[in-house]
């Protein structure tokens, strides 16, 4: 996988691991959600038109996604 081979390790930033964050929210990939949010992405991500991603969650409607960032320690008080 990409993100376990060293030369990527300089190139990932949180920007670009926000994004898929979202992304991966939006369309309900929870084994995507799970793998970023063990390398160190925030379940609390903001930046999109939603705030944060749990609210993109909750607007696309994905149980499963939404029970992983609550696992991983998402604020439901935003």
């Known amino acids: ?42 379940p609390n991500a903001a930046g999109s038109m939603y705030g944060c991603v749990l609210e993109a969650v909750a607007y696309y409607g994905s149980e499963d996604a939404v029970q992983a960032l609550l696992a991983a320690g998402a604020e439901i008080n935003f």
């Open 1 to 42: 996988m990409l993100l376990d081979h060293a030369s990527a390790q300089g190139h990932f930033n949180l920007s670009s691991a926000n994004r898929a964050l979202y992304t991966a929210s939006e369309y309900g990939h929870v084994e995507i959600i799970q793998l970023l949010l063990a390398r160190g992405v925030s």
